[in-house]
């Protein structure tokens, strides 16, 4: 099956800092990408949608100066947290639509200090 | 808009027992219906899908089937093991797996020995 990779699973930066997440379809190409954020005990919710060769969609209360998404090429998309604050802490998770089936990427954990 | 609502958990089984997740939706027109699961330390793996009213989705021994009626997904297996302890989304699309993802909050299944 289509894989989704994501790089670093998990990460510490200091309070300030920026910090990019990438997101990676293996063995496919996408020319969307979904990035989710998941709380303790809360569902997934979905902060944008990644489009390859134009600008992220970002849903309702998502600050997209806050929340940089490049999808660079078919089978990358990054997202960028810009000065980073501890209650950026969380679970980042990124996915990659492929045969009408949603492929989701391992996640990363981004702490802030 | 879509939403999805499923049981709280943590749900705690012995081996071999019976298991109902209990999953709800309301959505406009027709969505498919998922169910994911999240293995501790990893990314969301699809369970099962359905995508029209009373389609049963199965897979690894799980089963639910798409109500149209009750608006309902639930999710059962008849003799759960401890490789069964996850986390299980219940999750709705407008469209099949190229649209975004309305998840519910997920339900811990902790099966003891």
């Known amino acids: 099956g289509a894989v989704v990779s994501q790089h670093p699973s998990r990460v510490i930066c200091k309070s300030g800092t920026s910090v990019k997440i990438e997101c990676r379809s293996l063995d496919f190409q996408a020319t969307t990408m979904f990035w989710y954020r998941q709380f303790p005990k809360k569902s997934l919710m979905l902060m944008a949608t990644s489009n390859e060769g134009s600008k992220a969609t970002y849903e309702q209360g998502v600050e997209k100066d806050k929340f940089l998404i490049n999808h660079a090429s078919l089978t990358l998309s990054t997202l960028t947290v810009t000065s980073a604050h501890p209650e950026d802490s969380s679970f980042y998770i990124c996915?990659?639509?492929?045969?009408?089936?949603?492929?989701f990427g391992p996640g990363t954990r981004l702490t802030v200090l | 808009g879509n939403s999805v609502t499923q049981m709280e958990g943590p749900v705690t089984l012995s081996e071999e027992a019976f298991l109902t997740i209990n999953c709800t939706y309301t959505?406009?027109?027709?969505?498919?219906l998922f169910w994911y699961v999240q293995y501790p330390g990893e990314g969301l793996q699809l369970l099962l899908k359905?995508?029209?009213?009373?389609d049963k989705g199965s897979n690894k021994g799980f089963e639910a089937t798409y109500r149209k009626e009750t608006t309902s997904f639930h999710l059962e297996k008849g003799s759960v093991q401890v490789s069964d302890s996850a986390v299980y989304f219940c999750?709705?699309?407008?469209?099949?797996?190229?649209?975004?993802?309305?998840f519910g909050k997920g339900t811990m299944l902790l099966v003891s020995p």
């Open positions: 996915s990659a639509p492929s045969f009408n089936e949603q492929f």
């Open positions: 999750a709705l699309s407008d469209q099949s797996g190229y649209s975004t993802l309305t």
């Open positions: 359905a995508t029209k009213a009373d």
């Open positions: 959505a406009t027109g027709y969505p498919s």
